[in-house]
């Protein structure tokens, strides 16, 4: 994958991703919801992918063991030093060549139409505009690549729906920027991708957490903007 010509300078993003005790509660949390069901969550978004990707906010890596053998590179982003350590040592287990930097969603080191696919696990929620970076996915997305993803959503209860709106500034600043009330589903419509397919659920993250409303699925970038 050229790295040549990345998107616009934003700053020194990574830096401003730091979130230390939010990303070892994180990197301790998510062994247990890998169990309880988001392995089998992420399989199913990677299942049928091929060629080049890039998956944003890799976290410790784990949807690298699961790319099909398809798949032949994997550049991964991860702004957090901590989750990013996690994310080189699992990269040099998997069979699928990937590659793991520091980066964030909202500048991807990626010449404009050179990706397959673009994977967003859990990162949605968290990125500070969604619209911004899923303009960014587009760009880098060849036309007709594929946008793969998994994230939790708003309810479409409207009492649970008002109480995440009213958790949402205290949970943003304590979670990494993580926001539990967005319409990403809407947001992806609303940057020009057209939706192939999209499941609807709720999960538990944990046992001692009530289900939250998810998106699995896959949309088609129809080409760059502008």
């Known amino acids: 994958m050229d790295e040549s010509s990345p998107g616009p300078d ?28 988001a392995t089998e969550h992420r399989r199913r978004m990677l299942a049928g992918l091929n060629g080049s990707v890039v998956e944003l906010g890799a976290g410790a890596g784990s949807s690298f063991s699961l790319y099909p053998p398809t798949v032949t590179r994997v550049l991964a982003l991860e702004p957090d030093d901590y989750l990013r350590g996690l994310a080189l040592q699992e990269a040099r287990t998997v069979p699928t060549p990937v590659t793991v930097i520091p980066g ?10 050179s990706v397959d696919a673009v994977v967003v696990s859990l990162v949605l929620c968290s990125v500070q505009d969604q619209g911004t ?84 699925g ?6 760059s903007p502008g």
């Open 133 to 216: 970076v899923l303009a960014e996915i587009r760009r880098v997305l060849k036309p007709g690549g594929t946008l793969a993803y998994y994230e939790h959503v708003r309810s479409e209860r409207p009492l649970v729906a008002a109480v995440e709106d009213l958790l949402t500034p205290v949970w943003r600043r304590a979670a990494g920027g993580c926001h539990p009330n967005r319409d990403t589903l809407g947001a992806i419509r609303a940057a020009g991708f057209a939706i192939q397919d999209n499941e609807r659920f709720g999960f538990a993250p944990s046992a001692l957490t009530p289900p939250v409303a998810h998106i699995l």
């Open 104 to 113: 964030v969603a909202e500048r991807i080191p990626a010449e404009t139409g």
């Open 218 to 223: 896959r949309a088609t970038s129809p080409g």
């Open 10 to 37: 934003r700053g020194n993003e990574p830096d401003r991703a730091q979130h230390p005790r939010f990303a070892r509660a994180y990197a301790r949390a998510v062994e247990g919801m890998n169990r309880r069901g």
